[in-house]
């Protein structure tokens, strides 16, 4: 049974970084495709950036591109994602989600298993 963790958010000026990390302490996340997403009140959840288990590229979502990056580090069981140049519209709560069925559209429906989410707030 997958047990996502997240952490590393946090309150950060415009134009720096944070990275946030989804950690599990039981199975193995590299067997699974994982997703970041973020929402705020009263919008719907987003998909910022998924990564399959496999071989392809990860997806990331326009508004992010060039700034975020999603990896893995399978020894330490830990999906990261490192957000640079942060902009006062990124301010949200971050989740990660696990699913072990390939992905075909990052957004919330493809995935099963859900951390309790970080907030993320930017802002001078």
């Known amino acids: 049974q997958v047990q996502l963790v997240e952490s590393g958010g946090g309150l950060v000026q415009p134009g720096g970084s944070l990275r946030l990390s989804c950690a599990d302490s039981g199975s193995s996340l590299r067997y699974y495709d994982i997703g970041w997403f973020r929402q705020v009140p009263g919008k719907e959840r987003e998909g910022v950036s998924c990564?399959?288990?496999?071989?392809?590229?990860?997806y990331y979502a326009d508004s992010v591109k060039g700034r975020f990056t999603i990896s893995r580090d399978n020894a330490k069981n830990t999906v990261y994602l490192q957000m640079n140049s942060l902009k006062p519209e990124d301010t949200a709560v971050y989740y990660c989600a696990a699913s072990p069925w390939e992905f075909r559209v990052c957004e919330p429906t493809q995935f099963g298993t859900w951390g309790q989410g970080t907030q993320v707030t930017v802002s001078s």
């Open positions: 990564s399959p288990s496999g071989e392809y590229s990860p």
